[in-house]
């Protein structure tokens, strides 16, 4: 059985995804704050490949090979409870290569604010055709993307130590995400 986080370091790396969020430098203006929709969007996600299993939740939804697996970083009762959601997709060996989770109503004005000079701010970069922020470790890639709702969406990558060919199938796998709103917060 593979080794996973624990509750507690799930909830340290994101609050480590929204704090490096908070460490952007602002480059966007104002935006005009219209109506929500009333019923989340219906697309499925970008570049399905033929075969390929479809992970829909009421924040994302994901595509990922057939022999793969996912499974819940928590119980709906705790989704429920702070507004989150995430899952693990692990490969057939049931290593856990990939996470990707949303919590709604997030606080990321702090990302609007000036930063400490001694901070390092992630790189801005596109995934899945959606503006996102990039971070790397020795052994996890980030991706944060915050929509007009402020539901922050963390995609985690476990492979910072694997092969080119393990980053391009991971790469692949993510870059079939779609958010339930597609359009980028601004602060």
């Known amino acids: ?4 986080p624990t ?8 609050a480590l995804a929204l704090l490096c969020l908070a ?5 966007a203006t104002p935006a005009t704050v219209g109506r929500a ?8 996600p970008a570049r399905v490949p033929a075969g390929w299993k479809v992970l829909a939740t009421a924040h994302f939804r994901l ?10 970083l928590g119980d709906a009762a705790q ?8 899952y693990y997709i692990a490969t057939p060996a049931q ?3 990939l996470g990707v989770s949303a919590l709604a109503k997030a606080d990321v004005s702090a990302s609007c604010r000036a930063t400490n000079p001694q901070t390092q701010p992630p790189q801005q970069t596109t995934l899945a055709g959606l503006p996102m922020w990039y971070l790397r470790d020795v052994l996890v890639r980030w991706w944060v993307f915050v929509n007009a709702q402020q539901t922050a969406y963390t995609l985690r990558a476990f492979d910072g130590d694997a092969s080119a060919a393990t980053q391009a199938q991971d790469d692949a796998i993510l870059a079939t995400f779609r958010p339930d709103n597609a359009t980028p917060w601004r602060c």
């Open 63 to 72: 595509a990922y090979p057939p022999d793969w697996t996912t499974f819940s």
């Open 1 to 4: 059985m593979p080794r996973l």
């Open 23 to 27: 460490a952007c430098t602002p480059t």
């Open 7 to 14: 509750q507690p370091a799930l909830v340290l790396l994101g």
């Open 37 to 44: 929709p009333t019923a989340p969007p219906t697309a499925r």
């Open 95 to 97: 290593h856990a290569q």
């Open 79 to 86: 989704e429920d409870a702070v507004h989150s959601t995430g």
